[in-house]
């Protein structure tokens, strides 16, 4: 019997013996969006890149236009769920190895909406949104560095989840177990809340408040989106995100949402030498803006 027993036993540790380990394998390489031509840019069209089925697509084929500059475009185009309800979305596509992203502080709490236009414009760049939230006494809500400069204090909450950092002009999305909470910056922003991390959009997100959304994004290399959504839940503008072809050939690896409603605003500059604004109702104290290198 006790021979009969130790067989058995030594039967099923071989079933749940451990697998054999298998080194991580490197992550896809993600090619530049489709994209018209621009004059001194190495980005060229590729094949569309599947992204995950959220019941969200795109509702025709939209606009895009090149910035000044080279390495960015504008696109707009308008996407509709299975269940009815759409959204119209403005995103500027770049590339950070023609451009590098950037932290404009507005300290002028009477600036008003419109200064958009002339804070990207005095920072020499050809596109920007919004930035992050802010206090009733306009200052900023969290950790932000514009120029190496530091204001405000890091917050860790159920809002600012996460933020963008800039480092030797390498911008990444930092969430905050992996934060180094500013060190070694010239560029920092706290935000939130996630919207998308390893291509998925995140799970307990508001449902039920529309409004315009803001939104910074990365395919996890070289490829940024800064754009918005009008108008849209937390969760839809996550699930929007994460939509096959949202943007054909590129695909969101991480999001990450920042102010919105009235503070919602976008500026770019196009190669023809026209501009595009939708400025805020509301001034805000921070712009993210995209500056050719």
Request: with cysteine; aromatic share 6%.
């Amino acid at each position: 019997m006790k021979a009969a027993f130790w067989a058995s036993l030594l039967l099923l540790s071989a079933c749940v013996a451990p697998q054999p380990f298998l080194p991580p394998q490197a992550p896809l390489a993600i090619e530049p969006p489709m994209a018209p031509p621009v004059e001194n840019t190495v980005i060229s069209p590729p094949p569309p890149i599947s992204g995950v089925e959220t019941g969200w697509s795109r509702a025709g084929q939209g606009n895009v236009r090149p910035l000044q500059g080279g390495g960015a475009w504008l696109h707009e185009f308008s996407v509709r769920h299975e269940g009815g309800a759409g959204a119209e979305v403005q995103a500027v596509v770049l590339d950070v190895n023609a451009c590098r992203l950037c932290v404009l502080d507005q300290p002028d709490s009477w600036a008003g909406g419109g200064a958009i236009d002339d804070v990207l414009d005095r920072a020499g760049a050809v596109a920007g949104v919004n930035g992050g939230f802010f206090s009733p006494e306009f200052t900023p809500l969290g950790l932000m560095m514009a120029d190496g400069r530091r204001t405000g204090g890091w917050q860790a909450n159920k809002l600012l989840t996460g933020a963008l950092a800039v480092r030797n002009g390498v911008p990444q999305l930092e969430w905050n177990a992996e934060s180094a909470r500013g060190a070694g910056c010239e560029a920092f922003l706290q935000a939130g809340p996630r919207l998308v991390d390893a291509g998925r959009p995140m799970e307990s997100l508001e449902r039920t408040k529309v409004s315009a959304r803001t939104f910074v994004a990365t395919n996890g290399a070289n490829l940024w989106v800064l754009g918005t959504v009008r108008s849209t839940t937390l969760a839809g503008l996550s699930a929007i995100l994460a939509t096959r072809d949202f943007i054909p050939g590129l695909r969101i690896a991480r999001a990450l949402n920042l102010d919105g409603g009235r503070s919602s605003a976008l500026h770019a500059w196009l190669s023809g030498g026209e501009s595009v604004t939708e400025a805020g109702w509301s001034t805000v104290r921070n712009f993210v803006g995209v500056v050719p290198r």
